[in-house]
């Protein structure tokens, strides 16, 4: 029998480092799977369609919104990204964990139509760390930096809408902290009684 997965949104300023923890934790975990967002933007060197993403086109983008067919959609740096309702859901039925990396208003978004969604949210270790995590990217010119650490501002500022905070100082560490809240949640009581019905039962005769 198959029990619900649960369903995490993962949110950080860009260069938290939020990305490569999720990664390292997906590559380790067979029970966990990274939603693949829908995008308009560009693919980056390295990156591959429905891989890191599904690239689409700005209408094609906008036929799937007027669906209905994205669970959350948002606007960021000047393109759109959504993800699939229809996906989603029939992962969380066949009891997989599910890592949505989004932003917080996409967080909000999703958390309003999904009961049990969990939030996470990743800090850098200071700020000085963060800009120069963008700079070592080599992925932006200053201009773009710049736009990245005002809009971090604005993104920390909603740290208290999520469940869990992790500070990505070490990254070992922050990777043990959350493979951690997986297994928490995991343990949770109502899982568990779902879990191990047959056993819960036949202590209780």
């Not at 996906?87 to 967080?107: F, M, N, R, S």
């Not at 990217?137 to 990245?148: F, K, L, M």
């Not at 070490?170 to 493979?179: E, V």
Request: net charge negative.
């Amino acid at each position: 029998m198959k029990y619900p997965g649960t369903l995490y949104v993962i949110s950080a300023p860009s260069g938290a480092g939020k990305t490569s923890l999720v990664r390292a934790l997906v590559a380790d975990d067979p029970r966990v799977l990274l939603s693949i967002s829908h995008t308009t933007r560009l693919p980056r060197p390295g990156e591959q369609d429905g891989v890191h993403y599904h690239f689409v086109s700005k209408s094609a983008f906008q036929a799937i919104r007027e669906r209905n067919a994205f669970l959350e959609c948002a606007h960021v740096f000047g393109n759109d990204y959504g993800t699939s309702r229809e996906w989603l859901t029939e992962k969380l039925c066949h009891g997989v964990d599910i890592i949505l990396e989004i932003d917080w208003q996409g967080a909000r978004q999703v958390r309003k139509e999904v009961s049990g969604c969990m939030g996470i949210f990743v800090l850098p270790p200071s700020r000085d760390a963060l800009t120069q995590r963008l700079l070592d990217r080599g992925q932006d010119d200053e201009s773009v930096i710049a736009e990245r650490m005002q809009k971090a501002e604005s993104e920390l500022s909603h740290f208290d809408e999520f469940d869990y905070l992790i500070v990505n100082d070490d990254f070992d560490t922050a990777l043990s902290d959350l493979r951690a809240i997986f297994q928490a949640e995991r343990l949770r009581q109502f899982r568990q009684a779902l879990r191990y019905r047959s056993l819960l039962n036949s202590l209780l005769e």
